[in-house]
């Protein structure tokens, strides 16, 4: 049996003929075909859009309610077999890997919305529900879900990873838009957190302790989101800059002016060079800024006049409006597929995508130093940000079979983690942080770091909740 109490680099690897045999025994006969062994469906629920070692489970059980999740959970907490909730398997830092083996659980057949209140502006949904789903449900109600990473993964994945995306800067996050869930804990109970209500003084926040944890301290079977009113009006458009410096500049005025900018997004001149051959646009190849901005007619106008006016200030624009409803899509359906279109600079290539997140006031040195960086190493490397949040990501085109440009390149990665938390910053400041960026974590956090520890060895004594994740070994 693996000794995942002690520190998981104390821990036996997986036994596959003791205990996780007989888990996996019980689950066939329970789950039949919904429990999977396959070598391709294993791999595939180990792998994720990621540059780490593929480290696939010993099964795949499909759940289809929270009760079988709580069995499920149940029986691996009584035999200490590891246990991997799998949401859409796109998160980017080895999340699903499974170093010690055991029960990877996926969800995306739990993909009902419960309810949808539209009085109260929120919606109670199944973990497996995607946020296009989730979208294209409540779009008579005039109602919309903001949270939008680039893959549509599931509210469930989503909350577990804290993500957040282009509309971040005006409505927030998920640690934002989850107001409560249902969990099954590390041994097998199913507990509610938070609720209905907008705010509450009861206790503990255990809901916020959740979103974020991926997946280390329980399973989320439901949420309750937080819906807002579709607006009134949309506008938007793009606006070129001299240089990536003056791009920042500008969006670092817009966010200090406190102008309610909806989304205002980063893409370097090597990333628009990639859209422009991926989606077949015809951009200018030099740092630009996709903007959009939600409100009344005479609202957004002014909103967008605005900005102009401060991005000519740093030798930007003109600001170009894309007005009609399909020119928008199209722009922002080429920012969402960055990450495919970075591949064709380089269709040989491995990509290895890693995020931080900075205080705004430092995202121009940040990006700058960045890109210094990036020219010295000669890397093929496009920037594109969140930067309304000070949060940007870099996409590196590397052979990670040659030892050398991997150990370059990670080495990058560190660099770029560092600075970022010595200006005040993070290391990641969505994408999480996996079996990736465990080692930035002790700089970034800290003796808050071993508080952390004692939460988990609270909440999941025996360390089966996803180990090998988030904490870096002691
Ligand atoms: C092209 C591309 C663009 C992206 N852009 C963004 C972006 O802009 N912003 C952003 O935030 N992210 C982005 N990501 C990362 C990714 O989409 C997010 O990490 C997403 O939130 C993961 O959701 P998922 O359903 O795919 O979860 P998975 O990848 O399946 O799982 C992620 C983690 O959450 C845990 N987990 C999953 N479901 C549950 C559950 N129900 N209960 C408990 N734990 C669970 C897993 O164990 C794992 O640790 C991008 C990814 C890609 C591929």
């Not at 670092?252 to 980063?266: C, D």
């Not at 722009?331 to 960055?338: G, T």
């Not at 000070?390 to 370059?408: K, S």
Request: aromatic content about 6%; hydrophobic content about 40%.
């Amino acid at each position: 049996m693996p000794d995942l109490a002690k520190a998981p680099d104390e821990a036996l690897a997986v036994d596959t003929h003791g205990a996780t045999a007989a888990v996996i025994s019980k689950l066939k006969d329970r789950f039949q075909d919904r429990c999977a062994t396959s070598p391709a469906l294993r791999q595939q629920h180990g792998h994720t859009t990621t540059w780490l070692e593929n480290q696939p489970p010993d099964a795949v059980v499909f759940a289809e309610s929270t009760q079988e999740v709580a069995d499920v959970v149940r029986l691996c907490a009584e035999h200490k077999v590891p246990v991997i909730p799998f949401g859409a398997g796109s998160s980017l830092e080895g999340h699903l890997n499974a170093p010690f083996g055991g029960i990877s659980i996926d969800l995306s057949r739990m993909n009902a919305v419960l309810e949808v209140n539209d009085q109260d502006l929120d919606s109670r949904v199944q973990a497996g529900v995607t946020r296009k789903q989730l979208n294209s449900y409540i779009r008579d109600t005039g109602l919309f879900f903001p949270i939008d990473p680039g893959a549509d993964a599931t509210v469930g994945g989503m909350a577990a990873t804290r993500a957040s995306g282009t509309n971040a800067v005006r409505y927030g996050t998920m640690k934002d838009a989850v107001l409560g869930l249902t969990v099954v804990t590390a041994d097998g109970r199913i507990i509610k957190t938070g609720g209905r209500a907008r705010k509450s003084s009861a206790g503990y926040d255990l809901t916020r302790l959740y979103v974020g944890s991926e997946g280390t301290l329980g399973v989320i079977t439901e949420l309750t989101l937080r819906l807002h009113g579709q607006p009134e009006a949309i506008s938007g458009g793009i606006c070129t800059f001299p240089d990536i410096a003056a791009a920042c500049n500008a969006v670092i005025t817009t966010i200090q002016m406190g102008l309610p900018v909806a989304r205002i997004e980063l893409l370097d001149a090597m990333q628009i060079r990639a859209c422009n051959t991926y989606s077949k646009l015809d951009l200018a190849e030099t740092p630009t800024l996709f903007l959009e901005f939600h409100g009344s007619e005479a609202g957004v106008r002014e909103q967008s006049e605005t900005f102009s006016e401060i991005a000519g200030e740093f030798g930007g624009g003109p600001f170009k409006w894309a007005t009609a409803a399909e020119d928008r899509t199209r722009l922002w359906a080429a920012r969402h597929d960055a990450y495919w279109a970075g591949k064709t600079l380089n269709p040989e290539a491995d990509i290895m995508v890693t995020d931080v997140c900075v205080p705004i006031s430092r995202l121009a040195d940040c990006v700058a130093e960045t890109a210094e960086d990036i020219r010295t190493e000669g890397f093929l490397a496009p920037i594109v940000g969140h930067v309304g949040d000070g949060n940007f990501h870099v996409q590196i085109l590397v052979n990670l079979d040659d030892a050398e440009e991997r150990r370059r390149t990670e080495a990058f990665v560190g660099r770029l983690a560092l600075r970022a938390i010595d200006m005040g910053g993070t290391c990641t400041g969505e994408h999480g942080v996996g079996q990736g960026k465990q080692k930035y974590m002790a700089h970034e956090h800290g003796e808050a770091l071993d508080v952390m520890r004692s939460l988990k060895r609270a909440l999941d004594p025996d360390n089966i909740m996803n180990p090998g994740k988030i904490l870096p070994q002691s």
